[in-house]
């Protein structure tokens, strides 16, 4: 079993920044494959950043390329997301998430990283508000 908790969402004007955090634990083999994910009102949930524990490159959507960046701490028990320049649109619940994906499939590149599609993931935290205004 993984238990995830989230911490770190608020309300922020347009064109500042929020770090969220997810504390992980349980088994190790079950959360290789960290992701961040986020849902809008009346919208499906979407797939935001995703990282393996053992390192490599992060998978990012193209929405927030370049403002939004996913790190973890090197036990790979905390995992984060460094948001700047927050848009209106990036208001959502955001969603930490796990699963056991090795790393090409976890955040490949070339559309072979599965880290940002929410069924690959089976273990979710509850979730925590962003709200951005302009």
């Known amino acids: 079993q993984v238990q995830l908790v989230e911490s770190g969402g608020g309300s922020v004007q347009a064109g500042g920044s929020l770090r969220l955090s997810c504390a992980a634990s349980g088994s190790t083999y079950s959360r290789t494959c960290m992701g961040w994910f986020r849902q809008a009102p009346g919208k499906e949930r979407e797939g935001v950043a995703a990282?393996?524990?053992?390192?490599?490159?992060?998978l990012y959507a193209d929405s927030v390329k370049g403002r939004f960046t996913i790190s973890q701490d090197n036990a790979g028990d905390s995992l984060y997301l460094q948001m700047n320049s927050l848009k209106p649109e990036d208001t959502a619940m955001y969603y930490c998430?796990?699963?056991?994906?090795?790393?090409?499939?976890?955040?490949?590149?070339?559309?072979?990283?599965?880290?940002?599609?929410?069924?690959?993931?089976?273990?979710w935290g509850q979730g925590t508000q962003v709200t951005v205004s302009s």
């Open positions: 990282i393996h524990t053992g390192g490599g490159s992060p």
């Open positions: 998430a796990a699963n056991s994906l090795g790393p090409t499939y976890c955040s490949g590149g070339g559309g072979v990283g599965r880290g940002l599609r929410e069924v690959f993931f089976g273990y």
